[in-house]
C-alpha cells in the first residue's frame, strides 16, 4: 500500500491526523510538478491558464509539434479565404510569458502507479498532476472500401488542419467544371458539430464564383444537425436550398444518406439513396478519442474518456484530466471553444486540490460561430452547468434567430472574425 | 434574444480592443468635391421615423446604442451629428474609404453596403434629431482643461487653426455641414480618428483638412483634445426616445 491508497483507506480526516507536521512542511515545500499531454486547444490554454491559477508549480507541456495548426478557419483554407500561416501558432508566448517547459516529443507509454508519462525520444516524466488533451482520431474501415490509405490519398477528411487541408483544397480548384463535390457528414459525436455544414456552405459559395454549375452533396449519418434551422435558411437565400436548382443537396439517413460502401478509387460511395460518384469525395470519419487516450487506459467502450464533470478528472485513473475532444462532455460540444472551458474549469480543480481545497462549482461556456457564407454567419450560444455529474444546458441564449434583417447574419459573421483572434490569443498568447 | 446579443456584444468588444497592425495600408480612394456636393444634395430630404425603424432593423443601435448614444468606449456616438455628415460617411464606409484601427473599417462597410443612399438619408435624419451625446464616463477633467486652448485658439506657429472654427465654438459643428460635432464624441473613437488623420490612415477628409492639422500634433495634445470635446457632452444626459 502506498501512501495515497493509506491516505485513501483512512479518509481525509483520519489520515490528516496521523501526518506529523515535519512531513507536512515536506509535502508543501516540493514543488508540485504538472505535466500536460498535448498543445493543441485544450493543452495551451491549460498550460497557461494553470500558471495563473498555480504560480509557483512546475508545468510541462509535451507536444510533438512546433507550429500548431488549428482547426478554426480551417474552411476558410480550404476555400483560399484564409492561408494556414493565419491558422498557426507558436508556443513562444507559453514559453517566454508563462514559464512552460515546453517539451517537443510525444507520449508513448505511462505508468499510473508511480505516475510517468514515457517519451518517444526516451526518457520519462514524473508528475503529480496529468492533464491529457489529446483530441480525436478517426475510425478507419466503419463502411468496406474506407481505408487510411484510401483517407490520406484520394478521400481527404480534412479534418485535422494541415496537410489534409491542403489536399482538399488542391482537389476542389482541379474539379472540372459542372463537377460533383460529395461530402459524407459523420455520426455523432465528432468534434465541431457544425463543421460539415459551414464546410459545404463555403463550398457552395466559392463555386457560384469558381465552378457555377458544379453542385454539393452531403451524405449524412444524421437526421438532424446543430444549428439546422439557420443553416438551411441561409442555404435557402444563398444558395437555392428548396428548389430544383440547388447548389446544396443534403441527404439525412432517413433518406439512406448513411453511407455503406466506398469505392475509393472511382471516388464513388454507395448508400440506401444511391451510387454516388464525385469529382471529390470529402469523407469526415467518424471519430474517437486521440489514440493515446487508448493506450494509456483512459476510455470508455464508445472510445472517449468518461472523467468527474466537475473536475475533467478521469474516472478511471486518479490525478489525470482529460480536457478537450476527448472527454465525454454530454451535452457539451466536442469545440475548441468547450476545450478552452474545460481546460480552465480542470486547471482551476487542480490548483484547488493541490491547495488542499475542495474544487468549485464549475460553470462552462460554449460558443460556436460558423459561416454559412463569408458575410453570413451563424452562431449558438450556450452555458452548461453540472447537475448529477452530467454537463447540462442552461436554458439561456441559444442558436441565432431567424430574422429578415439582412443586417443580423452580416453581424453574426463580423463576430466570427473578431471572436477568432480573440479567441487564439486566449489560448496561445 | 437580448441576452444572446449582449454576449455577442461583448466578445466583439474583447476582439476589437486588441487589434492593431503594423502593415502598410494600401492606398484609399478619394471624394472630389464636386461629386462630394452632388451626392449629398439629398442628405436633408430623410425619414427620421423610418430612421429610427432602420436603426433598430439594422441592429446598428447593437453598438452605436439604443438612439445612437454609444454606450461603449468602441463605438462612436452618432445622435445630434449633422445629417450631411452622417450622410457623407455612411458612403465614404459603402465605397470602402475608411480604415477601422488600420484594417478598413470592417464593420461598417459590410453595414454601408446594405443601405441605400435614401436609407442613408433617413439615419441621417434620426440621429440629427436625438440630443447630443452626455459627457462620456471616460472623460477625464484635468486633461479636457489642458486641450481647451489648442481647440479655441489654435497654435499659430504651427499653423494650426482653432478647431472651433470648424467644428464649432462648443463642438456642435459649424461651417459646413458636412463638418462633424465632436460635443461628447467618445474620447477612445476620437483619438483613433486624430491619430488615422495624423499618419496619413484616414484619408476621408476632402482636401486633407485634418490630416493638415493632425500633422504636428503630439499623442499627448490629441488625447487633451479628444477630453476637451468629450468634456462638451450634455450635462444632464441625453433623455432616450
Ligand atoms: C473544420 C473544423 C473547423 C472547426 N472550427 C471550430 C470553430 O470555429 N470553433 C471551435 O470552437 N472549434 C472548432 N473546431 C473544433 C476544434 O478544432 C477542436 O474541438 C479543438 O481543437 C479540440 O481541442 P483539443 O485540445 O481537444 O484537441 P486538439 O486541438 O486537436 O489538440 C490535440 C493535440 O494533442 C497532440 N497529441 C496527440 N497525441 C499526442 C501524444 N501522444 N503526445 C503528445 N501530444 C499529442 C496533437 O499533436 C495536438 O496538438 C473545428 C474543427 C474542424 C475540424
Request: aromatic content about 8%; glycine content about 8%; proline content about 6%.
Amino acid at each position: 500500500m502506498n501512501r495515497r491508497e493509506l491516505l485513501k483507506a483512512l479518509g481525509a480526516g483520519g489520515a490528516l491526523a496521523l501526518l506529523n507536521a515535519p512531513a507536512m512542511a515536506a509535502a508543501k515545500n516540493k514543488t508540485a510538478h504538472i505535466v500536460i499531454v498535448g498543445g493543441g486547444i485544450g493543452g495551451a490554454t491549460a498550460a497557461k491558464y494553470l500558471r495563473l491559477a498555480a504560480p509557483g508549480v512546475k508545468i510541462t507541456l509535451v507536444e510533438p509539434v512546433k507550429r500548431f495548426i488549428t482547426c478554426l478557419r480551417s474552411n476558410d483554407v480550404a476555400v483560399g479565404h484564409m492561408t494556414l500561416d493565419d491558422i498557426t501558432f507558436t508556443y513562444d508566448a507559453l514559453r517566454a510569458r508563462y514559464k512552460i517547459n515546453v517539451v517537443h516529443d510525444r507520449v508513448i507509454g505511462f505508468d499510473p502507479d508511480k505516475k510517468t508519462v514515457q517519451l518517444d525520444a526516451g526518457g520519462k516524466l514524473a508528475y503529480d498532476k496529468l492533464v491529457v488533451s489529446p483530441g480525436i482520431d478517426f475510425i478507419y474501415g466503419d463502411v468496406e472500401g474506407y481505408t487510411r490509405e484510401a483517407a490520406e490519398t484520394t478521400l481527404p477528411h480534412a479534418w485535422k488542419a494541415g496537410p489534409q487541408t491542403l489536399l482538399l483544397k488542391k482537389q476542389l480548384e482541379a474539379m472540372p467544371q459542372g463537377g460533383t463535390f460529395l461530402m459524407v457528414a459523420p455520426p455523432n459525436p465528432f468534434r465541431c458539430p457544425p463543421g460539415p455544414y459551414e464546410r459545404a456552405s463555403l463550398i457552395a459559395e466559392w463555386f457560384q464564383k469558381h465552378n457555377p454549375r458544379a453542385k454539393v452533396i452531403i451524405l449524412d449519418h444524421k437526421d438532424a444537425f446543430t444549428k439546422d434551422v439557420p443553416f438551411k435558411k441561409a442555404w435557402e437565400r444563398l444558395y437555392g436550398f428548396n428548389t430544383p436548382n440547388s447548389m446544396i443537396e443534403w441527404i439525412p439517413a432517413a433518406k439512406g444518406g448513411t453511407p455503406k460502401r466506398v469505392d475509393a478509387a472511382n471516388r464513388t460511395v454507395i448508400a440506401a439513396a444511391g451510387t454516388f460518384k464525385a469529382d471529390v469525395v470529402n469523407y469526415i470519419s467518424p471519430q474517437r478519442a486521440g489514440t493515446v487516450a487508448f493506450r494509456m487506459g483512459l476510455t470508455n467502450r464508445e472510445g472517449w474518456c468518461p472523467v468527474n464533470r466537475r473536475t475533467f478528472e478521469s474516472e478511471i485513473v486518479r490525478d489525470v484530466h482529460v480536457i478537450g475532444d476527448a472527454c465525454v462532455g454530454d451535452s457539451m460540444p466536442k469545440s475548441g471553444y468547450s476545450a478552452n472551458s474545460q481546460a480552465k474549469v480542470a486547471v482551476q480543480a487542480i490548483a484547488d486540490m493541490l491547495a488542499g481545497k475542495t474544487p468549485g462549482e464549475p460553470s462552462m461556456i460554449n460558443v460556436c460561430y460558423s459561416l454559412a457564407g463569408q458575410d453570413y454567419g451563424v452562431s449558438i450560444a450556450d452555458i452548461f452547468k453540472v447537475v448529477d455529474n452530467r454537463i447540462v444546458k442552461l436554458p439561456a441564449s441559444g442558436v441565432s434567430p431567424i430574422t429578415d434583417s439582412p443586417a443580423q447574419p452580416l453581424l453574426e459573421a463580423v463576430y466570427q472574425r473578431n471572436w477568432h483572434r480573440t479567441f487564439a490569443n486566449d489560448c496561445f498568447a | 434574444m437580448k441576452q444572446r446579443l449582449l454576449v455577442l456584444s461583448l466578445l466583439l468588444i474583447a476582439g476589437s480592443a486588441g487589434a492593431s497592425s503594423t502593415e502598410k495600408p494600401e492606398a484609399m480612394p478619394e471624394w472630389e468635391s464636386d461629386k462630394l456636393e452632388l451626392a449629398l444634395a439629398h442628405a436633408n430630404t430623410g425619414n427620421p421615423v423610418e430612421g429610427k425603424r432602420l436603426h433598430h432593423y439594422l441592429y446598428c443601435s447593437a453598438c452605436h446604442g439604443d438612439n445612437g448614444e454609444s454606450p461603449s468606449r468602441n463605438w462612436p456616438s452618432l445622435t445630434g451629428q449633422k445629417p450631411d455628415y452622417v450622410m457623407k460617411t455612411l458612403l465614404d464606409y459603402k465605397q470602402s474609404m475608411r480604415r477601422d484601427h488600420y484594417r478598413k473599417a470592417f464593420v461598417m462597410t459590410r453595414m454601408a453596403g446594405l443601405l441605400n443612399e435614401s436609407q442613408m438619408a433617413d439615419l441621417a435624419a434620426y440621429y440629427a434629431q436625438q440630443p447630443a451625446p452626455a459627457i462620456p464616463p471616460s472623460t477625464n477633467v484635468k486633461l479636457a482643461k489642458q486641450g481647451a486652448k489648442l481647440a479655441n485658439r489654435g497654435d499659430d506657429k504651427r499653423g494650426i487653426t482653432a478647431c472651433s472654427a470648424c467644428h464649432g465654438e462648443h463642438g456642435e459643428s459649424g461651417v459646413t455641414p458636412d463638418t462633424p460635432a465632436l460635443a461628447g464624441q467618445t474620447p477612445e473613437y476620437f483619438i483613433q480618428a486624430m491619430t488615422m488623420y495624423k499618419q496619413g490612415m484616414r484619408t476621408s477628409d476632402v482636401g486633407g483638412v485634418m490630416r493638415m492639422y493632425s500633422k504636428s500634433l503630439t499623442e499627448a495634445e490629441i488625447k487633451a483634445l479628444a477630453h476637451y470635446y468629450a468634456s462638451l457632452g450634455s450635462k444632464a444626459g441625453a433623455p432616450k426616445p
